[in-house]
C-alpha cells in the first residue's frame, strides 16, 4: 500500500494553485474548492485522495511485472520525470512523443534494435571499416535515436500504464493510449478535461515543485510495488529450495502374499510324490478288453 499523502506537504509545494478562471475546463468543477484572485484552487483533501488511489494502483502494476510509462516533454518537468522514472526503473519520454509509439510500436521496437546493432558494428570493429562520412552519419543517427528513444530501449512490450504531466499538452500519447486501452494516471490541472483519463490527481502541472511533489510519490509508489514482486519471488524460491531438502518419504512397501509352509505329513508327501509321477493312459483296445472281460465275469 502506498505512503499516507499529507495535505499540508501539497499545499507547501503550491499543488493547489490552478489556472486562471477564464481558462478552466468546466469538468473540473468537482476538484476545485475555490476562486481567489482570478485564480482556481484545487482542493488539496481531493488531490491527496486521489494521488494515494493512484499510487495503490500504479504498486500492483508494478507488482505484476509490466512497465508504466512516464510522459512529460514540457520544460520544468524534463528533469523531474526522468530522474524519478530511472529511480524506479521505468520508461519515460521527456522529448517530443514519436508519433505511432504506443499505435505502431513494432517500427518504435524497430528503431531501438537499430540503435542496438550500431552499438554492436562499434564492439566488433566494422564501425571502422566505413568511410570517414558514413561514421559520421551512423554517430548522428545513433545520436537522434538515444534522445528520442534511450530512455525506453529496455520497454520490449506495450507499456500496463501511461503516468502523464499536462495532458492538454500530451493529448496525442493521450489518444494513442485510449486506443489500446491502455490505462491513465495524470496530473490534471483546472484547464485540462479529466473525463480522458482513468486516474486522474487534480493538480498544478506547471510549477516544478508541484511536479516533483506529486511525481516522487508516484515513483516512491512503483518501488513499493517492485520490493513486493522482488519479495514474492525470494519466499517461493525458498519454499521450493526447501522443498527440496526435505527427505522424501519411503513408498510403502507392497505386502506379498505368505507363502503356504510345506507339509509334514507322511500322507502328504507320499500324495504330492504320487502327483508328480507321469500318468500312462490305456490304448483304446485295452479298455475294450478291460470292459469285455468284467461282462464275461
Known amino acids: 500500500m502506498a505512503n499516507k499523502v499529507e495535505v499540508k506537504e501539497l499545499l507547501d509545494a503550491g499543488v493547489h494553485f490552478g489556472h486562471l478562471t477564464r481558462r478552466w475546463n468546466p469538468n473540473m468543477a468537482p476538484y476545485i474548492y475555490m476562486e481567489r484572485n482570478g485564480i482556481h484552487i484545487i482542493n488539496l483533501y481531493k488531490s491527496a485522495a486521489k494521488m494515494q488511489e493512484a499510487g495503490d494502483a500504479l504498486a500492483k502494476i508494478a507488482a505484476s511485472g509490466r512497465k508504466i510509462l512516464f510522459v512529460a516533454t514540457k520544460k520544468q518537468a524534463k528533469e523531474i520525470v526522468s530522474e524519478q522514472a530511472e529511480k524506479a526503473n521505468m520508461p519515460y519520454i521527456t522529448e517530443r512523443w514519436p508519433g505511432g509509439m504506443l499505435t505502431n510500436f513494432v517500427t518504435i521496437r524497430r528503431a531501438v534494435k537499430k540503435m542496438a546493432s550500431i552499438d554492436r558494428m562499434k564492439k566488433d570493429g566494422t564501425f571502422n571499416t566505413l568511410s570517414k562520412k558514413e561514421r559520421l552519419q551512423v554517430d548522428r543517427l545513433r545520436a537522434k535515436l538515444e534522445k528520442n528513444l534511450g530512455s525506453i530501449s529496455d520497454m520490449s512490450r506495450l507499456p500496463g500504464a501511461l503516468f502523464v504531466v499536462d495532458i492538454t499538452r500530451e493529448h496525442i500519447a493521450i489518444k494513442e493510449a485510449q486506443k489500446l486501452n491502455i490505462p491513465i ?85 507320499k500324495a504330492m510324490q504320487e502327483a508328480k509321477k507321469d500318468v500312462k493312459l490305456e490304448s483304446k483296445k485295452e479298455t475294450l478288453d478291460k470292459a469285455s472281460s468284467n461282462e464275461e465275469e
Open 185 to 269: 494516471f495524470a496530473m490534471v490541472d483546472t484547464n485540462s478535461d479529466p473525463r480522458e483519463v482513468e486516474y486522474v490527481i487534480p493538480s498544478n502541472d506547471d510549477a516544478s515543485k508541484s511536479i516533483n511533489k506529486v511525481v516522487s510519490y508516484v515513483a516512491d509508489s512503483i518501488v513499493d510495488g517492485l520490493s513486493e514482486r522482488k519479495a514474492s519471488k525470494e519466499s517461493k524460491k525458498e519454499k521450493a529450495e526447501d522443498e527440496e531438502k526435505e527427505p522424501k518419504a519411503p513408498k510403502a512397501a507392497v505386502k506379498q502374499p505368505e507363502a503356504e509352509a510345506p507339509s509334514k505329513d507322511a500322507e502328504d508327501k
